[in-house]
């Protein structure tokens, strides 16, 4: 490669984003989380650091330094000081507390495994926090004895709800108490409005299949006699939302299903029916705020490639389009009466700190996160598209381009599936990391990169989501291939040069579909799903496939045979490289080791790189610019004759 390459996996690892926006009680400033990678001899991991601006535009001031992560900042409510979590004190998160206008912080908390989560009391006197209870003296000593064990199923470590005082920096650390019951796992959760009580969802364990057993319960706020009680069910995940008295969540429609279907509901925290909002175009919002008046709720949601916000009526149930069409929106928060701050950004617009006003036609830029050396100019073109599916359905596609592409060049072209399946592509800035594949990278080297939203992909509906419940690789692939197939009748894609790759279900789709075809000349397998009768019973959402499926394995095991790559592992010829991470408990390794003992048994070209401490989503910057490394090296050697 040339000297003068912009678009390095070095590069894109630097690129910052936002993890968390906060719009002051005020609305005058606005508080945000930068993520960025800290890379040192004996360092690989990514920190963020805190930092304010004024919501009338200016220079950002950035609060915190250091090697330490800080998250979560949340204002008190007179806007005088800031809470946030970092692990400044050993290896485990907990509370700090910096005033706005500068300062050391200091630290509020000390809890032995962490705390989860925050939120300041309506008086400020007081914050709640999400934290695990430390460990008995008889567990410390059976761990120093070495005499541990786990009763899979049984043992877990639950986050209760606990509260303390808010003190000053000079004053001794307070104790936090607990709220909750030992025997339920708390979420989230939220101060009522007179201080009293709050409201918190909870579920019966930490294991991620129990999501769907979600409950909201209320409890009161003095240590003393809290008298936790439940609510009502959710069966989905949610943040609460207090609206005076009553408290808003999402709740599934028709039970507890993977591809949901939600809505906003309202809850007396004394009990009874809730009262259904209504439904959202694509069925799962994700619940912000309300307003000041306590007449709407406000909810975010992905609308094809791009985002909308909502305003649901308490009273009527109806719901308003209040912002669409302004690229795909992260981080958007709202206090309620002073607009919304959030992040803004398209495929070729670097994402903005923003505020917005319902009624305004666009959000307003603040602050453009690129750092000012950052070659904006040279991002490469992304077109979207639709194609029809062989039964109907209309398939949203996105194609970036090679860098310096001419219309009418044939060139190498690589289709990206997406995971989920229930997930998407969508507008996000090209010129930022796209984990874990470098796209901007690939269209710098002369490959056309080709991103489809199939059946089963949220952003278009309830029905489209579910269109591919017990056909996994059947009319998905179909979709994928059909916007392929029109990147080559443009005179876009080379067919003698196609590649393919995906991450978790886009690794489902990778190997299953280089056994059905042999068109692609070189595949890259993520974290993949190969064996869909052992990921069910490896991975940690045994009750994942079953959904999807409408049958247990041993109930239906052909539906489970039929749609595996590794029972159709002999048709494989297309050089594969596999990825995956050793910790993954999502995804479980053995599934990677089982196509790769396949292939290389069979002699197809195939290599696996298995990369110590990460899970299903890698966390350490190195691992993953080694991973877009290997993935540009593999694409090269198999389908990149002639890329300068």
Same mark, same amino acid.
């Given at each position: 490669m040339a000297a003068d390459v912009v678009w390095t996996p070095e590069r894109l690892i630097a690129f910052p984003s936002v993890t968390d926006v906060q719009l002051s009680p005020d609305g005058e400033w606005i508080l945000y989380a930068l993520r960025e990678p800290l890379l040192t001899d004996a360092e690989s991991r990514f920190v963020s650091h805190l930092y304010l601006v004024s919501a009338g535009g200016g220079e950002p001031r950035r609060l915190t330094y250091g090697p330490h992560d800080h998250a979560c900042p949340r204002w008190s409510p007179d806007g005088a000081h800031i809470a946030f979590l970092s692990e400044r004190e050993g290896d485990k998160k907990n509370v700090h507390v910096l005033r706005a206008d500068g300062g050391e912080a200091w630290p509020l908390t000390a809890m032995e495994k962490g705390v989860q989560s925050l939120a300041w009391s309506p008086d400020g006197a007081r914050l709640a926090i999400i934290a695990v209870a430390p460990d008995s003296e008889e567990r410390k000593a059976d761990l120093k004895a070495k005499r541990d064990v786990v009763r899979w199923g049984v043992d877990h470590e639950r986050a209760g709800l606990w509260v303390l005082p808010f003190t000053p920096g000079d004053a001794p650390r307070p104790e936090a108490q607990r709220l909750t019951p030992d025997d339920q796992h708390v979420y989230t959760m939220a101060w009522m409005a007179d201080g009293e009580s709050l409201a918190y969802t909870h579920q019966p364990t930490p294991v991620a299949d129990d999501w769907g057993h979600t409950c909201l319960a209320m409890v009161g706020s003095d240590p003393e006699r809290p008298e936790a009680r439940d609510v009502g069910p959710l069966e989905a995940s949610s943040p609460c939302v207090v609206l005076g008295d009553r408290v808003a969540c999402r709740t599934a429609v028709e039970g507890v299903s993977w591809a949901a279907r939600d809505r906003i509901s309202v809850f007396s925290p004394e009990g009874g029916e809730p009262t259904p909002l209504a439904e959202t175009p694509d069925s799962q919002p994700f619940l912000l705020d309300a307003s000041a008046d306590g007449r709407h709720v406000y909810a975010l949601e992905v609308l094809g490639t791009g985002s909308a916000i909502y305003a649901l009526d308490i009273d009527c149930g109806a719901s308003r389009t209040i912002l669409e069409g302004a690229g795909y929106l992260s981080s958007v928060h709202t206090n309620g009466r002073d607009g919304f701050a959030l992040i803004a950004q398209r495929s070729e617009e670097p994402p903005r700190l923003c505020t917005w006003r319902p009624g305004q036609d666009a959000p307003t830029p603040l602050v453009t996160l690129t750092p000012a050396d950052w070659p904006d100019s040279q991002v490469p073109h992304t077109e979207a598209f639709r194609v029809r599916s062989d039964d109907g359905w209309d398939v949203?596609?996105?194609?970036?381009?090679?860098?310096?592409?001419?219309?009418?060049?044939?060139?190498?072209?690589?289709?990206?599936?997406? $995971?989920?399946?229930?997930?998407?592509?969508?507008?996000?800035?090209?010129g930022g990391v796209v984990v874990p594949y470098p796209?901007?990278?690939?269209?710098?080297?002369?490959?056309?990169?080709?991103?489809?939203?199939?059946?089963?992909?949220?952003?278009?509906?309830?029905?489209?989501?579910?269109?591919?419940?017990?056909?996994?690789?059947?009319?998905?692939?179909?979709?994928?291939?059909?916007?392929?197939?029109?990147?080559?009748?443009? $005179?876009?894609?080379?067919?003698?040069?196609?590649?393919?790759?995906?991450?978790?279900? $886009?690794?489902?789709?990778?190997?299953?579909?280089?056994?059905?075809t042999d068109r692609f000349r070189a595949a890259s397998v993520g974290a993949g799903v190969t064996n869909l009768m052992s990921f069910n019973g490896t991975a940690d959402?045994? $009750?994942?496939?079953?959904?999807y499926m409408r049958a247990e394995f041993w109930d239906d095991p052909r539906v489970y045979q039929e749609r595996s790559a590794m029972f159709a592992a002999q048709a494989v010829t297309t050089p594969t490289l596999i990825q995956h991470g050793r910790d993954d408990v999502r995804v479980p390794l053995s599934q990677g080791l089982e196509f790769y003992n396949a292939l290389k048994r069979r002699g197809v070209p195939v290599e696996m790189d298995i990369y110590p401490r990460q899970g299903h989503g890698f966390q350490e910057p190195r691992a993953i610019m080694d991973l877009m490394e290997r993935n540009l090296e593999w694409f090269d050697r198999w389908i990149g004759d002639g890329v300068s």
């Open positions: 949203d596609a996105l194609v970036t381009y090679p860098v310096g592409y001419r219309e009418g060049q044939a060139c190498p072209t690589i289709v990206m599936v997406h $995971g989920g399946p229930a997930s998407l592509f969508t507008e996000i800035y090209m796209i901007a990278a690939f269209a710098e080297r002369g490959y056309a990169v080709l991103r489809v939203n199939p059946r089963g992909s949220s952003g278009y509906g309830e029905a489209f989501r579910r269109a591919n419940i017990r056909d996994w690789g059947g009319g998905d692939l179909r979709d994928i291939l059909a916007a392929l197939d029109t990147l080559i009748a443009r $005179g876009v894609a080379d067919p003698d040069r196609l590649g393919i790759m995906g991450w978790s279900y $886009g690794g489902y789709m990778t190997s299953w579909t280089i056994t059905q959402i045994p $009750g994942f496939l079953p959904d």
